[in-house]
């Protein structure tokens, strides 16, 4: 009896001490993961293009570079030979953000610890011959 | 007796808390994106932490590729995973491409080249990140 007792112990404290292992791991993990950071270019053709994306709620940028400079250019009269439309709208068709002409998109995700799929629509017109980059860096 | 409860009490807290932990990271880190592709090659590039990724590719028809398996693709993808001039992944016509990212320095640079020879459903790109 002692012995079955000792055995039940010892199996019982094992298992309190995987759990209590794998949670510290897990929490270790999940430091890491939080702080990930993924960037993600595209290159735009012409015409309209709808990019979906799903993102947890927080505030994101997403930007339009030229290729070719590789470079942000944020004249405003004439940041690209092409017009670009962006337009950034939720799953319940919400518009989050809307721009003309601008190389850097802001939007807010909002709720707490949701995941909302976020579309963004892209009108791309070309008068040039430059190659646009979509990108994202995703990142709470 | 009593040691026995709290060691069982304490096992299923630490099981509510991990699966409770679990959940909250994976819902405030779970990035997802979807691109179109056009026909023609066309290059996604990535910076990634080091970690096994995984790309698939989908119709707007929704699950196409399972329900007409012989009809996978009217159109022809190749695919070309690469980083730092090492090639991570080639190949043609598939669904899914899992590939491991080790070195996190250099952007890996994905060429998919769309040829359509007709053009019966607009094909996409998708890829996950984070804790799934």
């Given at each position: 009896m002692v012995k079955i007792r000792k055995i039940t112990d010892i199996v019982l404290f094992v298992i309190a001490g995987f759990l209590l292992l794998a949670f510290l791991l897990g929490i270790i993990n999940a430091i890491s993961i939080v702080h990930r950071e993924y960037v993600v270019s595209y290159h735009?053709?012409?015409?309209?293009?709808?990019?979906k994306f799903w993102l947890p709620s927080g505030n994101y940028e997403f930007g339009i570079s030229n290729d070719a400079l590789n470079l942000k250019t944020y004249d405003s009269e004439k940041p690209y030979q092409s017009k670009l439309h962006i337009e950034v709208r939720d799953n319940e068709d919400r518009i989050l953000c809307q721009t003309n002409n601008t190389s850097i998109v802001a939007f807010n995700v909002p709720g707490w610890s949701s995941?909302?799929?976020?579309?963004?629509?892209i009108?791309?017109?070309y008068s040039g011959d430059e190659l646009l980059v979509f990108t994202a860096k995703l990142k709470k | 007796m009593k040691k026995y409860i709290s060691l069982i009490f304490f096992i299923l807290i630490a099981a509510v808390v991990m699966v409770g932990t679990k959940v909250a990271i994976r819902t405030s880190t779970m990035y997802c994106v979807s691109l179109p592709l056009s026909n023609g090659e066309q290059e996604v590039k990535l910076v990634l932490p080091a970690d096994n990724y995984n790309i698939s590719f989908s119709t707007n028809l929704g699950n196409f590729f399972i329900?007409?398996?012989?009809?996978?693709?009217?159109?022809?993808?190749?695919?070309?995973?690469?980083?730092?001039?090492?090639?991570?992944f080639s190949g043609k016509n598939i669904q899914n491409v899992s590939f491991d990212v080790v070195e996190e320095t250099y952007p890996v640079s994905i060429y998919i080249n769309v040829e359509k020879i007709e053009a019966p459903e607009n094909l996409f790109f998708n890829m996950n990140f984070g804790a799934w």
């Open positions: 735009l053709v012409e015409g309209n293009q709808k990019l995941i909302r799929s976020i579309f963004v629509n009108d791309v017109e | 329900r007409y398996p012989d009809r996978i693709y009217k159109s022809y993808i190749n695919v070309k995973i690469k980083q730092n001039d090492k090639i991570l």
